[in-house]
């Protein structure tokens, strides 16, 4: 992929040695990471997964409740509360 801005230029050192000052502006390179994700990564607005079942939403909120629960205790490391959290 290439981008579709262009920039031939070269970097410039400042007074300071440690210091490197890149011509090309942050907005620019932002923009340009935004273009080429745009092309590439595709994007699925409101699919579900295709192996999601009503299922999988129970047993979700199961994990979701347990944890909360777990938490509530201090979250500890043995015993049932642990073991049923796994």
């Avoid at 409101?46 to 199961?62: A, F, S």
Wanted: aromatic share 8%; proline share 8%; with cysteine.
């Amino acid at each position: 992929m290439v981008c579709p801005i262009t920039y031939t230029a070269t970097i410039k050192k400042p007074q300071d040695e440690n210091t490197m000052v890149c011509p090309i502006p942050y907005t620019e390179i932002v923009n340009c990471f935004i273009a080429c994700g745009e092309q590439c990564i595709p994007l699925k607005v409101g699919i579900r997964k295709y192996w999601w079942c009503p299922e999988l939403d129970d047993l979700k909120q199961q994990c979701i409740d347990m944890t909360a629960l777990w938490s509530s205790l201090g979250r500890p490391r043995s015993g049932n509360i642990n073991a049923e959290r796994l």
